[in-house]
């Protein structure tokens, strides 16, 4: 069964302080890994996809690494309007279409 | 523009009552999926569809009850066997099996029992 562990489960930054999501995941053949954002009373919007140990995506002030075991969301210099959960997700070669999701982190960019 | 429309934004049921949450796509997508989300709690996967009449139970379907009878839509029923219905509906879509896009979400449905 595919797992998926976020931390921390809510992180306090203040604006310009620069910091790190943490995603940890056990999944039989890794066919993707997925970041989200989601704004409250919203549906999630798609961020990467990550296929492979040691690949990095990059968007404005966030940046996507991967390991074997984990997936780390790097946020450069946030602004408040970055303030929102971040949900990782995990697509197994033996889950059909299904992604597996973490509980989300919760972060908050103060001004 | 293309896009998930789920309906209504918010849903009041009663007890004993079954109440059908819409989810209609344009993007001409294969596979659809429903999904919970409970506060503390990662989204749950409820049924998914590949293809039109065809769907498959998710983690948590005992319930709820699904139809695929067009592409473009995908119904989910929350019927009075439901025990704790109250959450935040999901519908999301996808292409096919590939992972390049992800999933594209609705705007949610939330649900409360009265």
């Known amino acids: 069964e595919d797992q998926v562990t976020q931390s921390p489960e809510a992180l306090r930054l203040q604006e310009g302080e620069s910091s790190s999501l943490n995603c940890s995941y056990t999944v039989s053949g890794l066919r993707g890994l997925f970041w989200y954002r989601q704004d409250p009373g919203k549906g999630p919007e798609f961020l990467f996809t990550?296929?492979?140990a040691g690949e990095e995506k990059e968007k404005e002030r966030l940046k996507a690494t991967l390991t074997k075991k984990e997936s780390f969301l790097h946020i450069t210099a946030p602004k408040p309007e970055d303030s929102a959960t971040y949900l990782c997700a995990v697509q197994g070669r033996g889950s059909n279409y299904k992604l597996t999701f973490g509980k989300g982190t919760l972060l908050t960019v103060n001004p | 523009d293309g896009g998930i429309t789920q309906s209504p934004k918010y849903l009041f049921r009663k007890e004993g009552q079954n109440v059908t949450l819409s989810c209609e796509q344009n993007?001409?997508?294969?596979?659809m999926y429903w999904y919970r989300q409970d506060p503390g709690q990662g989204l749950r996967l409820i049924y998914y569809?590949?293809?039109?009449?065809?769907?498959q139970k998710g983690d948590i379907a005992e319930g709820y009850s699904v139809s695929r009878e067009k592409k473009e839509s995908f119904p989910l029923t929350v019927t009075s066997a439901q025990k704790n219905p109250t959450a935040f509906y999901l519908c999301a879509s996808s292409i096919g099996w590939d992972p390049r896009y992800g999933y594209t979400f609705g705007s949610g449905t939330r649900l409360t029992v009265v």
């Open positions: 569809s590949q293809i039109v009449n065809d769907f």
């Open positions: 990550l296929y492979s």
């Open positions: 993007l001409n997508h294969d596979a």
